[in-house]
C-alpha cells in the first residue's frame, strides 16, 4: 500500500489509485508540452513566415477601425493591468497562505514567475525577421501584460477553495481575456502576441497542476458544487472549439489572399479575437479539467476531503493512521 498524509493523518491508497494519479500527472506533463510545442509553433508561422506576417498585420491595422469605439471600454483596462494583476496575485498567495496551503501558494508563485520570466526570455531569444514592406518592430511576442494577467488568474485558480473554484476561474478568464483584447484594441500587441502567452501561461500553469499533491483539487464525494465546476471546464472548452474553426478559417482565407488585401481587415481582426477568445478559454478549461484530476485519490470507494474518509454514503469514518507501505 502507499501512504498519503493530510496534516496529523496518513491514509492508504490503493495501487489502482496510485495509477490513476501517475496517468492525472502524465496528462498533465502532455498538456504543458503540448502547450511548449504550441507557442513555437505560433511564433514559427505568425512571426517567422511572410504569410504569417501579414495575418497578424492585418488584425493588428483591422483593429484600428474599432480604436475609438472601444476606447472607453479597453481604455480603463490598459491603463491598470499591472495594478488590478498585482492585487490579484496578492490577494491569492493571502488566500492561500490564510488556509495553510503553503505547497500550493508556492507552486502558483513558481507559475506566475516563471511564466512571465518566459515571455521575456522568448521575446529576446526570438527574432522577428524583416518579410514585409514597412516598418515591422522587433519581436512582441509573447504580450507581457497577457502573460501578467493570465498568470495571476491562474494563481487565483489554484488558491481558491474548491468550492469557489469555478467562479475564481470565470472572473480570472474574464480579466484575462479583457486584458488581450485590450492590447490588440490599443495596437500594444497583434493577436498571436497574446495567443503565445496563454500557452506560455498554459504551460506553466499544467506542470503545476502535475506537482500538485494529490489532496489538491475538486477532492471528496462528488456533489452539485464539483460537478458545476466541471461544467464550467466544459463551457470553457465549448467556447473554445467554437472560436477555433473561425481563426482556421480566417487564416486560411488570409493566406490566399495575401493578407494584405483592405477587405480582409475585419476578417483578420475578427479571426484575431476569435483566436483569443479560444486561446483564453482554452487555457482556464485545461487547469480546471487538471485539477480535478489530480484530485484526492480514493480509499476503496471512499475519498479523502479534510484529514477524513468520506464513504459513499457521506458518512465520515474514522482517520486510518500509520498504515504501512
Given amino acids: 500500500m502507499f501512504r498519503a498524509a493530510r496534516g496529523a493523518h496518513a491514509f492508504a491508497v490503493p495501487a489502482a489509485s496510485q495509477r490513476r494519479l501517475l496517468w492525472a500527472r502524465f496528462a498533465c506533463g502532455l498538456v504543458a508540452l503540448l502547450a511548449a510545442v504550441g507557442t513555437h509553433l505560433t511564433w514559427w508561422f505568425f512571426v517567422n513566415t511572410a504569410a504569417g506576417q501579414a495575418i497578424d498585420r492585418a488584425a493588428f491595422e483591422g483593429a484600428q477601425r474599432h480604436t475609438l469605439a472601444l476606447r472607453p471600454v479597453m481604455g480603463p483596462v490598459l491603463a491598470n493591468i499591472v495594478v488590478v494583476s498585482l492585487c490579484v496575485l496578492v490577494f491569492a498567495m493571502a488566500m492561500a497562505l490564510i488556509r495553510r496551503q503553503w505547497y500550493t501558494a508556492g507552486l502558483a508563485g513558481i507559475a506566475v514567475t516563471g511564466a512571465n520570466f518566459t515571455t521575456q526570455w522568448i ?32 494563481a487565483l485558480v489554484f488558491a481558491a477553495p474548491a468550492r469557489w473554484r469555478p467562479i475564481a476561474a470565470l472572473v480570472g478568464a474574464a480579466w484575462t481575456l479583457l486584458t488581450g483584447l485590450a492590447t490588440l484594441v490599443g495596437q500594444w500587441h497583434r493577436p498571436a502576441d497574446v495567443v503565445a502567452a496563454m500557452l506560455v501561461v498554459g ?38 472549439l467554437v472560436a477555433l474553426p473561425f481563426t482556421v478559417y ?76
Avoid at 203 to 221: E, I, K, L
Fill in 203 to 240: 504551460a506553466w500553469a499544467a506542470a503545476a497542476c502535475a506537482a500538485m499533491p494529490g489532496s489538491v483539487g475538486w477532492a471528496g464525494a462528488e456533489s452539485a458544487r464539483q460537478l458545476g465546476g466541471v461544467a464550467v471546464a466544459l463551457g470553457f472548452a465549448v467556447v473554445a
Fill in 250 to 325: 480566417a487564416v486560411f482565407a488570409l493566406t490566399v489572399a495575401g493578407g494584405e488585401v483592405v477587405t480582409g481587415l475585419s476578417l483578420a481582426f475578427a479571426g484575431g479575437v476569435a483566436a483569443i477568445v479560444s486561446a483564453t478559454c482554452g487555457v482556464f478549461a485545461a487547469v480546471l479539467l487538471l485539477l480535478r484530476l489530480v484530485g484526492a485519490p480514493g480509499v476503496g470507494n471512499g475519498h479523502f476531503n479534510g484529514g477524513k474518509v468520506y464513504q459513499p454514503g457521506g458518512a465520515a469514518a474514522a482517520p486510518i493512521v500509520g498504515l504501512s507501505q
Fill in 123 to 154: 521575446k529576446d531569444f526570438y527574432e522577428r525577421p524583416r518579410l514585409l514592406v514597412g516598418w515591422t518592430g522587433s519581436n512582441s511576442l509573447p504580450s507581457g501584460h497577457t502573460t501578467l494577467a493570465a498568470s495571476v488568474s491562474i
